[in-house]
Nanobody, 115 residues
Framework: QVQFVESGGGLVQPGGSLRLSCAAS????????MGWYRQAPGKQREFVAH???????YYVDSVKGRFTISRDNAKKTMYLQMNSLKPEDTAVYYC?????????WGQGTQVTVSS
């Protein structure tokens, strides 16, 4: 079972950018879809975006036009480019495979948007 490790979070001012990485312990080429999720303080984990191995993407409305998901199967890594960040984007961000490719959740990476 492939494990995922998130990185790239940090503290950024509103309007700033961050790029998150999701490194897999094994090949991701056969994983049909992978996604990013986030959990804000006091809230349930929510879906943010996913990408298929054919490159099709889907975003939750609140991040459309600001976030871009991508994957590099050769590097066994998925990315989330986050631009025009807002305070409401503050959360711990997680990555995982979807459906049958879901693995135990990792520790995530903290993103804090604050002035």
């Amino acid at each position: 079972q492939v494990q995922f490790v998130e990185s790239g979070g940090g503290l950024v001012q509103p309007g700033g950018s961050l790029r998150l990485s999701c490194a897999a312990s094994g090949s991701i080429a056969s994983i049909y879809a992978m996604g990013w999720y986030r959990q804000a303080p006091g809230k349930q984990r929510e879906f943010v975006a996913h990408i298929t191995n054919g490159g099709r993407t889907y975003y939750v409305d609140s991040v459309k036009g600001r976030f871009t998901i991508s994957r590099d199967n050769a590097k066994k890594t998925m990315y989330l480019q986050m631009n025009s960040l807002k305070p409401e984007d503050t959360a711990v961000y997680y990555c995982n495979g979807l459906g049958d490719w879901e693995s135990p959740w990792g520790q995530g990476t903290q993103v804090t948007v604050s002035s």
